[in-house]
């Protein structure tokens, strides 16, 4: 499952509201920086073969085959901190992640 903090709520919301083909968010991971899995967001416009969607309060979380395992338990939340705003990401699923911050690994990513 993956929930919406309610500040990412508002967020996303606002996102869609301003983009009439979006049908809701996709989420997911692809390989990238130091230590392997980096998250890959964005306004979702297509159903696609094999997406589990999660609903959260309305707002579609659509979700590929090959990331869920990796995603599944995350909750999306978005945090204001003085002039920086940005996603926040609280995956049950990350084992450790790089020091600039940009990916992470899981338990499954350090036995292989």
């Known amino acids: 499952m993956i929930t919406l903090a309610p500040s990412a709520l508002e967020r996303i919301r606002g996102y869609l509201a301003e983009t ?10 692809r390989r990238t920086g130091c230590s392997g899995w ?16 999660f609903e ?8 590929d085959p090959d990331s869920l395992a990796l995603v599944d338990g995350t909750q999306i939340d ?22 600039c911050g940009e990916s992470f690994t899981t338990d499954a990513d350090r036995a292989a």
């Open 78 to 99: 978005f945090v204001k901190s003085g002039l920086s705003e940005q996603f926040v990401f609280r995956n049950p699923n990350v084992a450790g992640e790089c020091g």
């Open 56 to 63: 959260y309060d309305g707002v579609q979380i659509r979700v």
């Open 20 to 29: 009439s083909t979006a049908i809701g968010l996709r989420f997911g991971v």
């Open 38 to 53: 980096g998250y890959a967001v964005e306004l979702a416009r297509d159903a696609r073969d094999g997406d589990t969607v």
